[in-house]
């Protein structure tokens, strides 16, 4: 029974040369670990256990890349030198996120420490326009933010666009219905269009869920967000990890089914969450500003408009209780339009789900709108970029051939 | 928005002294690698890099903590002395599986080569015994195949115990409805019984997925492995990890919503895919020899078990195609029972995916029959107990002071 197995990648043997990067990687952790406290050479030297003289090392080849800067000297209570602290980088380093929606294009900046340095909109974009039409006003979106934040010292290093759809090696837009987009590849033409800057491509909910991740204050490491877009879609987090499944197509929730038998969806199937649940359908068809009218409308006391928001809760929930059933999330965060609705969302949700999940009988999920608001996705595509870079900063380093 | 962040454990500067440890798995990983296939001393220090004298040290210490032996010598066809080939020890650690099934118990040992070397199951156990009586029938088989493996060299180093509900803390099943326990101890009672013998326990789906997992000669890294029980789950593996949630509780297939209406389900919900597609669904309340016979009725063409499985392939079609959508999975096995009864269910169940999962559209997933058959959760028992000392053979030498 025993079988040939293939060895992962980089499985080479450690030697001394390999030592530099890994603690390298171990004092920026620390650096990176203290958030906006600045942190001290000495201590440094306590948390990794490293020697003085190779604490310095590193941290001056840190200086030098702008990973980290000095900050502002600390007095301590006794005699002897001010403590100078270190903090990640304001200058440096920057990702950039670009964001394709149903309705307009966005773009945004992040710098090291997860801050928003630059966010900007397009005019509505009128329908039916092609894809390279779209692409090439998002790259000027794009040529504008890079320079934007160069003037206050920051290098955009990567890029990472957000569609409403499923994606292909990290690259082509595989079906994007709104748009009317099929096998895209939004990546290349965007690679192109920016001078070969490295660019990827993820799905909306993928990139918004990753941006609660990486964006939260708390312990969220087992969570669905749920995307209220006009194309309902989930990001799945488990153990802190993106589950993106076997080809990167994971996460249609808005194509459980909820009524086998029930309302024809644009898909082909029938009973889809999405004909239930999506801003379209609480609203009524054609409609662009769903959210903010509902809530107007709820807020006013319209039967209607309360019936539907009742319906779509209650289809989230039955499809959510799928999920946990499947998953086991402890926490639901109700993303984008949803995060609007939710107050009239969570207690139909909550009552599937305390029906339908086996584990409700001893356990239960959390239910509550997502943090980031509207823009989490553009945000999360650059928090994405800047992750990689806190995660390999030897990578970047290297690159800088320093 | 920058965060303070949690170290993971074990995150301390590499120095000389971690080399050794990390050599020795590289060296243990590439004759694992070989799988049947002898490999010898030479080709270890090419596939390596590492120096002879240290490829030698390294498989000395195999050698003499039981986890490699040297095979018969092999001429090669030239002059010179001939090569003597190393592979995995068919005595030393083995690993103990155990399984507590509705209607009997089973155990069974694999050595590291993951060859079953013992199984042995229970007589029928009649219904309503107490949970303190079966896990002393199971600490007796339990060493009795300790004793019996013993005799061909192998020590025991642990034991893994599949149980047909969820389980909390590797260790409490929080419910099993066909035995009628509710936060039920049984790890700590069985190492109590067996003299403080490492013991976890999981969930059956889980344990027959990871048997399938490890045991399987194909890149099988994304599937769901479904039991057909008497109770429905599924084993998720994406990226060759099992998905246990958050809490442990993955997996609850059979409570998954098919018709939100539907029947009654024992676990009071309606419409649960258990009441439609479990093995008593399809051939009636009280049968416990269940699937052979409902083999014997499809092939004599009887209507009304054709009808059934008809109805049990549609609704595992709509459950899966949930899943699919969600996970994106590429294969599903059919497994315990519905191997058996899969050429009757994978029209109906490939329909509903085809119709439902919005990447069928450009892509396929593959349903067969799973491998290892109507014991593939006590094999995958001891199989991933087996696996723990393949994945850390240092921790196995240091604990046998080598």
């Excluded at 941290?59 to 702008?66: I, K, T, Y």
């Excluded at 987009?181 to 990139?207: K, Q, S, Y």
């Excluded at 359908?281 to 807020?299: E, L, M, Q, Y």
């Amino acid at each position: 029974m025993t079988r040939a197995r293939t060895l992962p990648p980089g499985d080479a043997p450690v030697r001394q040369e390999g030592l530099r990067h890994l603690n390298l990687g171990l004092v920026f952790r620390h650096i990176l670990s203290a958030g906006d406290r600045p942190i001290s050479r000495t201590e440094l030297v306590e948390l990794t256990g490293l020697t003085k003289p190779t604490v310095s090392r590193i941290v001056d080849d840190l200086v030098l890349g702008q990973l980290i800067a000095e900050a502002a000297p600390v007095h301590g209570g006794g005699a002897g030198r001010p403590r100078v602290g270190l903090t990640l980088s304001r200058q440096g380093p920057a990702g950039l996120g670009l964001d394709i929606r149903g309705d307009h294009l966005a773009a945004c900046v992040v710098d090291l420490t997860g801050t928003v340095r630059h966010l900007s909109f397009s005019p509505p974009i009128r329908p039916g326009r092609r894809p390279k039409t779209i692409l090439t006003e998002l790259a000027t979106m794009a040529r504008e933010a890079t320079a934007a934040v160069a003037d206050e010292g920051l290098t955009v290093v990567g890029g990472m666009v957000s569609v409403p759809g499923p994606v292909a090696e990290r690259s082509v837009v595989k079906f994007a219905p709104q748009q009317g987009w099929r096998d895209v590849d939004a990546g290349t033409l965007l690679r192109t269009a920016l001078d070969d800057l490295p660019i990827a491509v993820d799905n909306e909910a993928n990139l918004a869920a990753l941006g609660e991740l990486y964006a939260s204050d708390e312990d969220l490491r087992n969570f669905a967000y749920v995307s209220g877009e006009l194309d309902l879609g989930a990001g799945l987090v488990l153990n802190g990890q993106l589950l993106r499944g076997a080809r990167g197509w994971s996460g249609e929730l808005g194509h459980v089914t909820v009524f086998p038998n029930g309302r024809a969806c644009p898909c082909g199937a029938n009973g889809c969450l999405q004909t239930y649940a999506s801003v379209e359908a609480i609203f009524g068809p054609g409609s662009v500003d769903g959210p903010a009218t509902i809530v107007t409308r709820a807020d006013a006391g319209s039967k209607r408009t309360l019936a539907a928001l009742d319906a779509a809760g209650t289809a989230l929930g039955i499809a959510l209780s799928d999920l946990v059933n499947l998953l086991d999330m402890d926490t639901i965060l109700l993303g984008g339009s949803y995060s609007l609705l939710s107050s009239w969302l969570v207690d139909n949700i909550q009552a599937e789900l305390s029906r339908r999940v086996l584990s409700s009988r001893w356990s239960t999920v959390a239910v509550r709108p997502a943090m980031l608001g509207p823009d989490a996705a553009v945000i999360g595509a650059a928090l994405t970029v800047i992750e990689d870079v806190r995660q390999n900063p030897s990578g970047w380093l290297a690159h800088n051939s320093l």
